[in-house]
């Protein structure tokens, strides 16, 4: 597959983050051609480009913006809100901020456009605290769009007023579950929402809202100009467009590969260099930490939602973080769950202490402490957690320990070998050991 | 281990919010103006923000002010305050260093380097090395994701990136913020303290030039477009008739290709650690911007 930078393709071009620059290279073309269009017919290009949600779900974006509810002519209903989920913090994903820092327009040209379509007036971008450079960015391209009449009162012409205000969060990974983060946006804690009903009618204050992730909305002036059919000649039918495809770890050349949805960790590794110290690769997240592991027995599988759910994992954010044969997947494991274990907002009980234990059973694993009777508890508590918890962080963190005992049983099972008290054999060292 | 969302140590007392003064009630005022009418509560995030800014973490006054002001009680500020990681419990160095040790930074040598400068500046996670607030003092944390693997490993100094660090690098690094040097981030604004920050948090961001402007990409954020330059690969034209600008995507990349010949290397910036990365806007013709922007606060 080649590149194709799209999304990425005013990285590295003079200043693309400052308004008359971006607008050089195709800038707010398609929030002008968009507004000669009607907004349902903006809705329907969307759903036809197929266009699927890229913060991880692939949730179809244009199904997003017709759930909702359009009040009849003389009716009046509550104001819509569009809400851009700028929480970037999937472990291995890294490739909002880069858009955030570098294109900003691109992200607020697809917000304008998605507010056109949805009939809201006012949006709201959600980006998580610490990234304090994109929130910088973000504020300033925010600003120069007011002053140069892409926001604010008659824009561009067209009698209608759109308002955006840039919001920073306060660290804490859940916010990134989109009814939390509606939460968190409100002044409360970031917990997520029972659904239904879902925020496309009950979303910000009770109101009809569309929470779309960074990259979804920066596709969406693209596809304006592009055209549904441009969009779907690259990738397959199912879940087509571009993907960037956010490479980490035990690679030569890390960073951001732009390619049809569908390459292959092949390709990309062939595109990145290989592997960085000659060592063979062990395993692979397809799209963060939350989707299940894969091997190099997967190099081949098609990067796109359909054909990773396919082989039994999930595409995610697209960011595969690459580990070698130098690598402890038993580490990498107890290192995810500890993390789950620290983000798990303390919602629902089999979330909360589901990765509490998980997190002692795998630390004192690797401590060489486990015991076989250890490896089912993990299986056996995972299972407690899976689709027992209102947000999909619990089905997430079961996600690196059950692929991983799927693969790598014998890398558990050589640590629990090495347990002075004999952890093949003794069961009670499980309950001493509970408590280290 | 002690669980760190409980220690909160500063809420037995009432809280004082009168130790706010106009400047920092006008301020809350304006984010308050940033929400919809009847909807300020979602002001509470960066008004916690900002009375961190104030005293260095959030305190028993800062909720007890964040209460008053926003009419909530005070119960319902401190669940918020106690559920996010940024808000701090205890007064914060001049320096917040972050060290990512979750999973891909941690196993590329983040662990090493949490580590190590653990046991160089002698404090634990949440503590503090120097009286807080005063200058060289750094308050260290270990870090969940920071969304900068590419990077691997990362460690942030008051949210601003340092890129690719080794343990010396981190070393040096720390050593720099003791002896009152402020080395330029790899990615990011030229470093101010953490009270500075959490106002800029709080939405009010320092536009000045060189903040804006300061380098916010590099070799891995641009590994894809370089390749793609220099294999000749892009992405399919808009087919004709749809865009009446004739703006391809082709033509777009071709503008992208003329571009990068453009970056000037010779930046304005000191680079103490060699960490400092060229900024390609400092010389560009466009900088008649910077007029314009100006320090919000």
Same mark, same amino acid.
């Given at each position: ?72 002519p ?22 909002d ?20 379509a949805?009939?809201a007036?006012?949006? %709201?971008?959600?980006?998580? @605290? ?9 504020t ?7 002053d140069?009449?892409?926001? @604010?009162?008659?824009?561009?012409? $067209? @009698?209608l007023? &759109? ?7 306060? @660290? ?33 204050y ?26 779907k ?13 956010s490479? $980490? ?26 592997? $960085?110290?000659?060592?063979?690769? =062990?395993f ?10 894969f ?9 796109? &939602?359909?054909?990773?759910? =396919?082989? =039994? ?9 690459? %580990? ?17 274990e620290?983000? $798990? ?44 918890s209102?947000?999909a ?41 509970a408590?280290? | ?15 004082? #919010? ?19 009418? /009847? ?11 900002? +009375? ?17 002001t ?23 160095g ?14 590329l ?12 500046? !002698? ?12 200058? !060289?003092s ?35 690094? +720390? #050593? ?14 030229p470093?101010?303290?953490f ?16 903040? +804006?402007?300061a ?8 590994a ?43 930046s ?8 400092a ?6 010389a560009?013709?466009? !900088? /008649? ?9």
């Open positions: 597959m080649p590149l194709t930078p799209v999304l990425t393709k005013r990285f590295g071009t003079n200043a693309p983050w400052l308004l008359d620059n971006y607008v050089k290279l195709d800038g707010y073309a398609g929030l002008r051609k968009a507004l000669t269009m009607q907004p349902d017919e903006l809705i329907a290009l969307v759903k036809d480009s197929n266009l699927r949600g890229r913060g991880g779900a692939g949730f179809p974006t244009g199904m997003k913006w017709q759930f909702i509810p359009q009040p009849k003389g009716e009046s209903g509550k104001p819509h809100y569009v809400v851009v989920n700028a929480d970037e913090g999937e472990p291995g994903t890294c490739r901020l880069p858009i955030m820092m570098n294109d900003p327009h691109s992200m607020i040209e697809g917000i304008i456009i998605a507010c056109y949805v009939r007036r006012e949006a %709201f971008i959600y980006i998580r @605290g610490e990234a304090v450079h994109a929130i910088r960015r973000v300033q391209a925010v600003n120069e769009a007011y140069k009449g892409y926001l @604010g009162e008659n824009v561009l012409g $067209s @009698g007023r &759109f308002d955006l205000t840039v919001h920073g969060g306060a @660290g804490a990974y859940i916010c990134g579950e989109e009814t939390a983060l509606l939460d968190s946006l409100e002044g409360k804690r970031g917990q997520p929402r029972l659904k239904p009903p879902f925020p496309a009618t009950n979303g910000l009770d109101a009809p809202t569309v929470v779309n992730n960074v990259g979804t909305l920066a596709s969406v002036p693209y596809i304006v100009l592009g055209g549904a059919a441009w969009h000649q690259l990738g397959p039918d199912g879940s087509p467009g571009t993907s960037i495809y490479l $980490s770890g035990r690679v030569a050349n890390p960073g951001q590969y732009e390619a049809p949805m569908g390459t292959t960790l092949r390709e990309l590794l062939e595109l990145a260099g290989g592997m $960085s110290r000659g060592l063979p690769l =062990k692979w997240t397809p799209g963060g930490s939350s989707t299940p592991l091997t190099a027995e997967h190099l081949d599988v098609p990067l796109d &939602f359909d054909s990773v759910a =396919k082989a =039994k994992s999930m595409n995610g954010t697209s960011a595969v973080m690459i %580990f070698d044969e130098g690598d402890s997947v038993v580490q990498a494991v107890l290192k995810w769950t500890q993390f789950y620290h983000e $798990s907002c303390g919602k629902c009980t089999p979330c909360r202490e589901g990765n509490y234990w998980t997190a002692q059973i795998l630390e004192r694993i690797w401590h060489g402490q486990g015991t076989l009777a250890d490896l089912d508890t993990l299986l056996d508590v995972s299972d407690n957690i899976l689709g027992r209102f947000c962080l619990g089905d997430g963190a079961t996600s690196c320990i059950t692929s991983s005992l799927q693969y790598f049983r014998d890398e558990y099972l050589a640590l629990i070998e090495n347990n002075p008290n004999g952890g093949l054999q003794s069961d009670a060292a499980a309950l001493t050991g408590h280290a | 281990m002690a669980n760190q969302r409980l220690s909160l140590i500063d809420i037995g007392r009432p809280g004082d #919010s009168s130790i706010f003064g106009d400047e920092i009630r006008a301020a809350a005022a304006e984010i308050i103006a940033r929400y919809p009418m /009847g909807k300020s509560r979602s002001a509470l995030l960066p008004m916690l923000h900002l +009375v961190q800014s104030e005293q260095g973490y959030v305190s028993a006054d800062g909720i007890a002010f964040c209460a008053e926003l009419e909530l009680t005070k119960a319902q500020v401190a669940a918020v305050a106690t559920f996010y990681t940024m808000y701090k419990r205890t007064p914060t001049e320096y917040l260093v972050s060290v990512c040790t979750n999973t891909l930074c941690g196993m040598g983040g662990d090493d380097i949490y580590r190590a400068l653990s046991e160089r500046l !002698g404090v634990g996670m949440n503590q503090t090395a120097g009286t807080p607030g005063t200058p !060289g750094i308050t260290l944390e270990h870090a969940e994701c920071l969304a900068a693997c590419d990077y691997a490993p990362v460690v942030t100094v008051n949210y601003e990136f340092f890129d690719n660090q080794t343990v010396d690098s981190a070393i040096g690094l +720390v #050593s720099e913020l003791q002896a009152g040097n402020r080395p330029m981030p790899t990615r990011g604004a470093l101010c303290s009270a500075e920050i959490s106002r800029q948090i709080a939405g009010f961001v320092d536009q000045r030039p060189a903040s +804006v402007r380098e916010a990409t590099g070799p891995q954020t641009e894809g477009v370089r390749l793609a330059q220099q294999l000749g690969q892009q992405a399919p034209g808009y087919p004709p008739g749809e865009d009446s600008r004739s703006s391809t995507g082709a033509d777009a990349e071709t503008a992208a290709a003329g571009n990068s010949g453009k970056r000037d290397n010779s304005s910036n000191d680079a103490p650690l060699n960490t990365k060229s900024d390609p806007a400092a560009s013709p466009t !900088g /008649g911007q910077s007029e314009r922007i100006d320090k919000a606060d």
